[in-house]
């Protein structure tokens, strides 16, 4: 029982109140109170005003007046606001012993909304010729976090990397490794997927620039690309594997992990678009132009035809958008699957990793498909995505079957862009790896991680090298997992290394620290907190907020999960450190010359250091005991 049990109280009572007055159809909310409205307040008031033809202040007088003869064991009072809210006051007595006895339970904060149905959440994504920047990490995190979200949820959960291993920008890299004489062996031990992006990629494509000529051969390998048969294919699926694995050793050094890698090219031959195509003639979604300039291409048809979009060439080629539609539809398990799954060659922590395969030797049956699909990618692609999300609803007969999760990208403000090397004229920066204008993300967090060992060993002298080298690396994969979730999805992120690591505001490092500021309170008792004591003493305004907060987790994983909303729990994350260091400020916890009293204060922080290190979890973010 959390402060959801209130809520549920007020908005059954309200129903019968409603049914009273011959009142139906009236979808009221009762949420957490803003401060000054009672700890719970209901807009019904307003929805019903013109029906009853009074004012929201008069509704909700009468609808106090009647509430006080329902059986209510949670609400104290209830009074109508002279705005017109109808308010309620909780018996704080009651829902404290329920919200902090419950907090200990391993299941506190799950919600059912998944009903233990299989969801796909498709993520990454990034093409294998060079090493993860810092603007794929926003998609890597956010996939990663929407991902224990709706495990949470009680959503089964299949995370799925899609290995684009047959575009130009592989193309690229194996024309410079055939052509253009560079080494498969980085220097200086240096990172192979460093090395690709950083020199052969880069390179490459600035003698494209010196030698338009030299396009043919780019087209030229692009084309055996698809012809799996072909040396150059066998080439470049090594190169790509050894990119590949640089990228997951840098996902799993952020604690992000997955079940499944799928591949571009085995996509592309594995007949998968012949039977996407045949259906989507079958169900008329696509068109034959017969004139004007997509004369000879099959489209699929906009609003107008400048928005027509050509599927398959004049000349009988595919274009992009024709190997994301069968993947899509095969994410949801609308074509029968022609993979055979392996696990990949590497040992991923805490998470089985498999991969697809066209081998049939030794044929293993794996099923990654779910009833439902979200996919994380840039708003760039919205238009895109918008056509394959409408495909798939005609395919599925479903409109949120397919779920496109678009984000902004990120920037580097001025004098971090500085730090890392990037002369940007004092602008922030905005990356292109094309360009080598980028930042890769070991470097941020090598950097990061140095940061916040030298801030330890001041702060700790006495600490072991191995205690500072944990506590940095929790740090540094908190502070950019939280730098990445803490924006809305719709808006620029402008990364700054140093405000991110502050003790103080909206950081990872200030959620972090008051967690172990909590640990620190129950070292020093030399107790272990105990569920047998006197909730009623707990009667603090800063204690009360404190309790509230943690009785709003599962709400916020509520929140979070219908609306693939990771900022929520970010959010909630910080909301609880600052309730958490308010009560700190206010009210002691030891040493007060009362037992009871602070053994009820002890067990609220062992309450919070439970509830943030949980929602921190949902984060990926670990919460250390010392900083």
């Known amino acids: 029982m959390t402060f959801k049990s209130i809520i549920d109280e007020i908005e059954n009572n309200l129903k019968k109140i409603l049914l009273e007055l011959d009142i139906s159809d009236v979808k009221f909310t009762v949420e957490p109170a803003k401060p000054g409205f009672g700890d719970v307040s209901s807009n019904v008031s307003f929805l019903l005003s013109k029906q009853l033809k009074k004012s929201p202040k008069d509704i909700a ?9 329902c059986i209510s064991t949670l609400v104290l009072k209830s009074e109508s606001h002279p705005s017109g809210y109808l308010n ?33 959440v498709e993520h990454t994504s990034v093409n294998p010729n060079k090493a993860l920047h810092i603007g794929h990490i926003r998609n890597i995190i956010i996939g990663d976090v929407l991902s224990r979200i709706l495990e949470k949820a009680n959503y089964k959960v299949n995370i799925l990397n899609y290995i684009d291993d047959s575009g130009l920008q592989v193309a690229d890299i194996i024309v410079g490794f055939n052509h253009f004489g560079f080494s498969q062996d980085p220097p200086n031990g240096k990172k192979f997927d460093h090395y690709c992006g950083d020199d052969v990629y880069v390179k490459t494509t600035e003698k494209y620039e010196q030698d338009p000529s030299l396009e043919e051969i780019r087209k030229n390998v692009l084309k055996e690309l698809e012809d799996g048969t072909s040396d150059t294919a066998k080439f470049a699926d090594k190169i790509t594997r050894r990119v590949l694995a640089g990228q997951l050793e840098t996902c799993w050094n952020l604690s992000v992990f ?21 259906k989507l003639k079958e169900m008329n979604l696509i068109e034959f132009e017969k004139d004007g300039k997509n004369a000879g291409c099959w489209v699929i048809r ?38 055979n799954y392996e696990k990949y060659d590497k040992v991923q922590p805490s998470r089985e990793l498999w ?21 994380v990618i840039d708003s760039r692609q919205e238009r895109l995505q918008k056509i394959i999300t409408n495909l798939m609803g005609k395919f599925k007969s479903v409109s949120d079957a397919y779920i496109h999760l678009g984000y902004e990208s990120v920037t580097l403000s001025s004098e971090t862009a500085k730090i890392l090397g990037l002369d940007t004229d004092g602008k922030q920066a905005q990356m292109s790896g094309r360009k080598g204008l980028y930042v890769n993300a070991d470097s941020v967090y090598d950097i990061l991680k140095q940061k916040t060992i030298d801030e330890t060993k001041k702060r700790h002298p006495e600490m072991s090298d191995s205690e500072i080298e944990e506590i940095a690396h929790n740090v540094s994969v908190g502070t950019l997992r939280y730098e990445m979730i803490k924006q809305d999805l719709d808006k620029i992120i402008t990364f700054d290394l140093t405000k991110s690591l502050s003790l103080e505001g909206d950081t990872a490092p200030y959620i972090q620290y008051t ?111 010392r900083m």
């Open 515 to 625: 967690h172990a500021r909590a640990s620190r309170i129950i070292e020093r008792s030399g107790r272990i907190p105990s569920i047998d004591v006197d909730f009623s003493l707990l009667k603090d305004d800063s204690e009360l907020e404190l309790i509230k907060t943690i009785g709003l987790f599962d709400i916020q994983v509520r929140d979070a999960a219908n609306n693939f909303s990771p900022k929520v729990i970010a959010r909630y994350c910080h909301d609880l450190a600052v309730a958490f260091n308010s009560f700190y400020e206010k009210v002691k916890v030891l040493e007060l010359g009362d037992e009871n009293l602070e053994n009820s204060r002890l067990y609220l922080v062992s309450s919070f250091k439970i509830t943030v290190e949980k929602a921190l979890g949902l984060l990926g973010i670990v919460a250390p005991n």
């Open 258 to 278: 997955y079940d499944c890698l799928n591949f571009e090219s085995q996509i592309i031959r594995s007949g998968l678009w012949s039977k996407i195509f045949e």
């Open 61 to 69: 007088q009468m609808l106090s007046e009647k509430y006080q003869k």
């Open 302 to 339: 906009g609003e107008d035809k400048e928005e027509d979009k050509v599927i398959v060439r004049s000349n009988g080629t595919a274009t992009y958008i024709a190997k994301d539609i069968p993947y899509a539809a095969w994410k949801l398990g609308l074509l029968d699957d022609p993979f």
């Open 355 to 375: 991969q697809t395969t066209l081998n049939h030797n030794n044929p293993i049956s794996k099923n990654f498909t779910g009833e439902k699909v979200v996919t």
């Open 88 to 120: 309620f006051s909780a018996d704080w007595d009651k829902l404290n012993q329920l919200i902090l006895s419950e907090s200990n339970l391993p299941e506190f904060g799950d919600v059912d909304i998944g009903k233990n149905s299989t969801i796909v």
